[in-house]
C-alpha cells in the first residue's frame, strides 16, 4: 500500500531542542503534506510540499523532500511543550485525479517536557 | 481555511444500534468530502469518499452497507455506521476539499469518538 512510514515512532525531547521525524513512503507522489493531532481531536494542516521541491519552510517548521528516495523529513525548531502531539506524514500519489485521496503515514508521536 | 464541524463530538450507543455522524462545512463549498477512521493510537485510514450528489466510492474492506454515507449538499455529509458492534468503536473523522478550486489542501473535522459497548 502507499501507506507511508514514519519514524521513531516516539519521540521525547526537553523544551528548546529540535525535533526530526522522518516519513518514507512507497509509489510516486503528486506532494506530500504533514499533519499535527492532539491527542483525541482532529487533524491540522501544518504544511504542503510538492513533488518538484525539496525544501520548504513555515515558521519553526522545515519540511525537506527526496523524491529519489521517497522520503520526507519535519524539523520543528526550538521545540516548545505546546508542539505535544502526533505527526502524520500524508501523500497524494501521482496521477491520483481530481479525488486526490491522501494517505497517511504511521505517525510520530512527540512529547516535549517543559 | 475551511471551517469543518463534526456532530455529535462523541458517541455511546449499545451494540445493534445505528448512529449517525454528520460533518459541515460551515464556510466552504465541499464538493467531495472523506471519511476516515482511526483506532487508538493508530493512523487514519480512508473509508470512503463522496461527492455531492452522487454514490459514495469506498476504499476495499469497508462495507458500503453497514457504513452509509451520504452527501446531500456542498455542506453535508451524513456517515450512519447500521447495527454497530464494539468492533466498531473509533474515531472517525471527515475532511472536506473543493475540487473546483483544484486546491491540494484538506480541511479537517474534529472527529466523533464512537464507543459501543
Known amino acids: 500500500s502507499q501507506q507511508g512510514e514514519e519514524d521513531p515512532q516516539a519521540l521525547s525531547i526537553q523544551e528548546g531542542e529540535n525535533a526530526t521525524m522522518n516519513c518514507s513512503y512507497k509509489?510516486?507522489?503528486?506532494?506530500l503534506q504533514w499533519y499535527r493531532q492532539n491527542s483525541g481531536r482532529g487533524l491540522v494542516h501544518l504544511i504542503l510540499?510538492?513533488?518538484?521541491?525539496r525544501e520548504k519552510h513555515s515558521g519553526r517548521l522545515r519540511v525537506t523532500l527526496d523524491t529519489s528516495k521517497k522520503s520526507s523529513s519535519l524539523l520543528i525548531t526550538a521545540s516548545r511543550a505546546a508542539d505535544t502531539a502526533s505527526y502524520f506524514c500524508?501523500?497524494?500519489?501521482?496521477?491520483?485525479?481530481?479525488?486526490?485521496?491522501?494517505?497517511f503515514g504511521t505517525g510520530t508521536k512527540l512529547q516535549v517536557i517543559p | 481555511g475551511a471551517v469543518v464541524s463534526q456532530h455529535p463530538s462523541w458517541v455511546i450507543c449499545k451494540s445493534g444500534t445505528s448512529v449517525k455522524i454528520e460533518c459541515r462545512s460551515l464556510?466552504?463549498?465541499?464538493?467531495?468530502m472523506f471519511w476516515y477512521r482511526q483506532f487508538p493510537k493508530q493512523s487514519l485510514m480512508l473509508m470512503a469518499t463522496?461527492?455531492?450528489?452522487?454514490?459514495?466510492?469506498?476504499e476495499q474492506g469497508v462495507e458500503k452497507d453497514k457504513f452509509l454515507i451520504n452527501h446531500a449538499s456542498l455542506t453535508l455529509s451524513t456517515l450512519t455506521v447500521t447495527s454497530a458492534h464494539p468492533e466498531d468503536s473509533s474515531f472517525y473523522i471527515c475532511?472536506?476539499?473543493?475540487?473546483?478550486?483544484?486546491?491540494?489542501?484538506?480541511?479537517f473535522g474534529p472527529g466523533t469518538r464512537l464507543t459501543v459497548l
Open positions: 500524508a501523500t497524494v500519489p501521482m496521477n491520483s485525479g481530481g479525488y486526490q485521496k491522501v494517505t
Open positions: 464556510d466552504f463549498q465541499a464538493t467531495t
Open positions: 475532511s472536506v476539499k473543493d475540487l473546483r478550486n483544484l486546491g491540494d489542501t484538506q480541511y
Open positions: 463522496s461527492n455531492e450528489g452522487s454514490k459514495a466510492t469506498y
Open positions: 510540499i510538492r513533488s518538484n521541491e
Open positions: 509509489t510516486s507522489i503528486n506532494n
